[in-house]
T-cell receptor, first 108, second 117 residues
């Protein structure tokens, strides 16, 4: 079973920041938090990952709480092309265990 | 770098037939993963390879399923005596070796959609 809990769906207006939460209260000390997304009928796409510190790349920012029990993925300026299912995954270094993710709908 | 490729993209077969899918990973990636995804669900892990060695198999991978990566490059996933419950998207992913201290995020292919009639 997935080790994470995410809301089933969220909406976001185009151009606004999308903040996607994830709870992972049973995370162990050496497990990473990964975020992937899946646009309809495509393979999942890697977004970002982190261990303890906040991370930022060209796609998104990842904020991890100090106790590491939850995190937030931030898409700073959502576009219609960001409409997808977003998966938060806790893992060591091998297989990914996907939950059902958050379906993000970006509207004009 | 052309990314992970999978062939075929779509396969329709009759129950009881055997099917084989191919995955070509990113060339320098020594890890290769297979996942299965049914409608409305997230992908489920099936198995993975480190070079040519199959290191882990999920209990989802019944005796009818077999995966190979003979030369540590491309991989094949075969399903024997297909059943309607095998209808799904079969996804392949590849990554660098995490124990070499490199970035090891998984890159996914477009998937092979199998329909068993």
């Amino acid at each position: 079973d997935a080790k994470t809990t995410q809301p089933t769906s969220m909406d976001c207006a185009e151009g606004r920041a999308a903040n996607l939460p994830c709870n992972h209260s049973t995370i162990s000390g050496n497990e990473y938090v990964y975020w992937y997304r899946q646009i309809h009928s495509q393979g999942p796409q890697y977004i970002i990952h982190g261990l303890k510190n906040n991370e930022t790349n060209e796609m998104a920012s990842l904020i991890i709480t100090e106790d590491r029990k939850s995190s937030t993925l931030i898409l700073p300026h959502a576009t219609l092309r960001d409409t997808a299912v977003y998966y938060c995954i806790v893992t060591l270094t091998d297989k990914l265990i996907f939950g059902t993710g958050t379906r993000l709908q970006v509207f004009p | 770098d052309t990314g992970v490729s999978q062939d075929p993209r779509h396969k329709i077969t009759k129950r009881g037939q055997n099917v084989t899918f191919r995955c070509d990973p990113i060339s320098e990636h020594n890890r290769l993963y297979w996942y299965r995804q049914t409608l409305g669900q997230g992908p489920e892990f099936l198995t993975y390879f480190q070079n040519e060695a199959q290191l882990e198999k999920s209990r989802l991978l019944s005796d009818r399923f077999s995966a190979e990566r003979p030369k540590g490059s491309f991989s094949t996933l075969e399903i024997q005596r297909t059943e309607q419950g095998d209808s799904a998207m079969y996804l392949c992913a590849s990554s660098l070796d995490p124990y070499l201290g490199q970035d090891y995020e998984q890159y996914f292919g477009p998937g092979t959609r199998l329909t068993v009639t």
